[in-house]
C-alpha cells in the first residue's frame, strides 16, 4: 500500500526555536497533504491542506505565520512551527492523498507522527 | 456542515469478546465512509472503508456496513484480541475534501 514517512519522529526544543518536519510520500505522488495535529487523548485537528506548487490553506483558527506549509514536490511537503513555545508541544501528523498503482485518490495515508516537544 | 458521531469510549473489553463501535454520520451529498486505527505512539492506519451506500468494508476481522438508511457506519469484529488495542476513529469524506473526523473510542482489550 501507499507509504508516507514523517521526518523527525521526535524532536525536543527550546523555546524559541523554529522546527522543521518533513511529510514525505514514499511510492506515490502527492498532489496535496494535510496536516493535523493531535492534543493527547483527542482526535485529530486539521491545520492546513498543502497544495503543491501553491500555497496552503489554514483552518480557522491557524496561525499561517507561525505554522509554515511548503509543498515545493509531488512527494515532499514541510511544516515549520516558527519560535515555538510550550504550547505548541503537539503529536503532528500529516497524510497524503493521490494515486499510484493500487492505491485510490479517495484514501488519505498517514504518516506516523511527528512527537514536538518545546521546552 | 458534516460531522461524525462515535460512541463514547473507553470500551474495555475481554479477549475474544464480540466488539461494536458505534459511528454515525451528518452530512449533505454522498460522502465516503472510513474507519482509521492509531495504535499507541503512532499515526493513523487506514481499516477499512465504503464508498457508497451498503457497501461493507472489511480487514483484518473488521467489518463496518455503508447504511445510508441510519446514516451510520458501526465497526464490529466477532472476536477481539488484545493487539486490537488502540484507538479507532471513524471518518467521512467527499471526494477530494478533506476528512472529517469522529472524536475516537479507546479500546483496550484485557486477556
Known amino acids: 500500500g501507499a507509504v508516507v514517512s514523517q521526518h523527525p519522529s521526535r524532536v525536543i526544543c527550546k523555546s524559541g526555536t523554529s522546527v522543521k518536519i518533513e511529510c514525505r510520500s514514499l511510492?506515490?505522488?502527492?498532489?496535496?497533504m494535510f496536516w493535523y495535529r493531535q492534543f493527547p487523548k483527542q482526535s485529530l485537528m486539521l491545520m492546513a491542506t498543502?497544495?503543491?506548487?501553491?500555497?496552503?490553506?489554514?483552518e480557522q483558527g491557524v496561525e499561517k505565520d507561525k505554522f509554515l506549509i511548503n509543498h515545493a514536490s509531488l512527494t515532499l511537503s514541510t511544516l515549520t512551527v516558527t519560535s515555538a513555545h510550550p504550547e505548541d508541544s503537539s503529536f503532528y501528523i500529516c497524510?497524503?492523498?493521490?494515486?499510484?498503482?493500487?492505491?485510490?485518490?479517495?484514501?488519505?495515508?498517514f504518516g506516523p507522527g511527528t512527537r514536538l516537544t518545546v521546552l | 456542515g458534516d460531522s461524525v458521531t462515535q460512541m463514547e469510549g473507553p470500551v474495555t473489553l475481554s479477549e475474544e469478546a464480540f466488539l461494536t463501535i458505534n459511528c454515525t454520520y451528518t452530512?449533505?451529498?454522498?460522502?465516503?465512509l472510513f474507519w482509521y486505527v492509531q495504535y499507541p505512539g503512532e499515526g493513523l492506519q487506514l481499516l477499512l472503508k465504503?464508498?457508497?451506500?451498503?457497501d461493507k468494508g472489511s480487514n483484518k476481522g473488521f467489518e463496518a456496513t455503508y447504511r445510508k438508511e441510519t446514516t451510520s457506519f458501526h465497526l464490529e469484529k466477532g472476536s477481539v484480541q488484545v493487539s486490537d488495542s488502540a484507538v479507532y476513529f471513524c471518518?467521512?469524506?467527499?471526494?477530494?475534501?478533506?476528512?472529517?473526523f469522529g472524536q475516537g473510542t479507546r479500546l483496550t482489550i484485557n486477556p
Open positions: 471518518a467521512l469524506r467527499k471526494g477530494a475534501q478533506k476528512l472529517v
Open positions: 497524510s497524503a492523498n493521490g494515486a499510484s498503482g493500487g492505491s485510490s485518490t479517495d484514501t488519505q495515508y
Open positions: 452530512a449533505t451529498g454522498y460522502p465516503s
Open positions: 498543502s497544495n503543491e506548487g501553491s500555497k496552503a490553506t489554514y
Open positions: 511510492d506515490f505522488q502527492a498532489t496535496t
Open positions: 465504503a464508498t457508497k451506500a451498503d
